[in-house]
């Protein structure tokens, strides 16, 4: 029978994590290495969730989404950041 196990939450929680990492403004350094440590670590959780046999996917697959669309934000900070620089 297929549920939901403790990997599932723990990818969960390292998606939210991250995503609550991008309203940390007073400190740059410690928004861009949570964002990153945080989603990285989600993402192969979320992996791990996924590929299992005995497990639900749904989870795994929000928290998957959580985590691209942290980095995805990062990248996009980072990008927009140093584009008026020559």
């Known amino acids: 029978m297929k549920r939901y196990s403790w990997i599932s939450f723990v990818s969960l929680a390292f998606g939210l994590l991250a995503c609550v990492f991008i309203y940390t403004y007073r400190s740059p350094k410690i928004m861009q290495y949570g964002i990153l440590i ?16 005995s497990e639900k996917k749904i989870i795994a697959i929000f928290a998957l989404l959580l985590c691209l669309t942290a980095i995805l934000f ?3 900070v980072i990008t927009v950041a140093g584009m008026g620089q020559t």
């Open 74 to 76: 990062f990248i996009t």
């Open 38 to 53: 945080n989603a990285s670590i989600g993402i192969i959780f979320s992996f791990t969730a996924f590929f299992s046999k």
